[in-house]
């Protein structure tokens, strides 16, 4: 018995993007399509079968082991986005300034996802597997910042719980704008221990 229940919910990817390596800024630079292998987004600074750990696994981790990357791609929704701008009093929430890797549109509560969904194209295209939260930091801050000064400060606070998901490769190929994912999930009950 398969343990993952397709849904009736699909996300069409409506911007794509990769951090170029090499660079000091999250600041993602718009593609058409991007190449996805098991290491995650070819010629993205995310790109890797592991990672050295970073401050989000400080608790698990000393900073730099090797782990298993989990956050080969950052996966925002467009809805979440435009609430964050008009949060912020902005008129436009920009991909760029968040390093997102793809926008998709038509999944609610996309940042709410459960880890272990699914995002899988049609056909022979890829598959994705959502790992957690991509909690809201001070990068995406100073981007917003640049842009509109004064505004940026605000962003940890007013994208919690709408800055997107961290996700990694499950099946490689190609994606590209206007594709569709169907979302997939795992069974979901409470832990009583939590």
Known sequence: MSILKPTELYGEVVWLGLVPEGVDHIRAEAVDEIALDWGGPVGDVHHGETRPSCVRVRRQYPKGTEIRNVRQLSILSEEEMAEIAAGLGIPHLAPEWLGATLVLRGIPDLT?????????????????????????????????????????????????????????????????????LRLHLPPQHRWAHG
Do not use: M
């Not at 049609?122 to 509109?148: F, K, M, S």
């Open 112 to 180: 709410l996802l459960p880890p272990a969904s699914r995002l899988i194209a049609e056909g022979a295209a890829p598959a994705l597997t959502t790992d957690t939260e991509n909690g809201p930091c001070q990068y995406p801050a100073a981007e917003i910042e640049r842009v509109h000064p004064g505004r940026g400060e605000a962003f940890p606070k007013i994208a919690r719980h709408k800055r997107g998901i961290t996700a990694w490769v499950e099946r490689p190929g190609q994606l590209a704008l206007g594709d569709r």
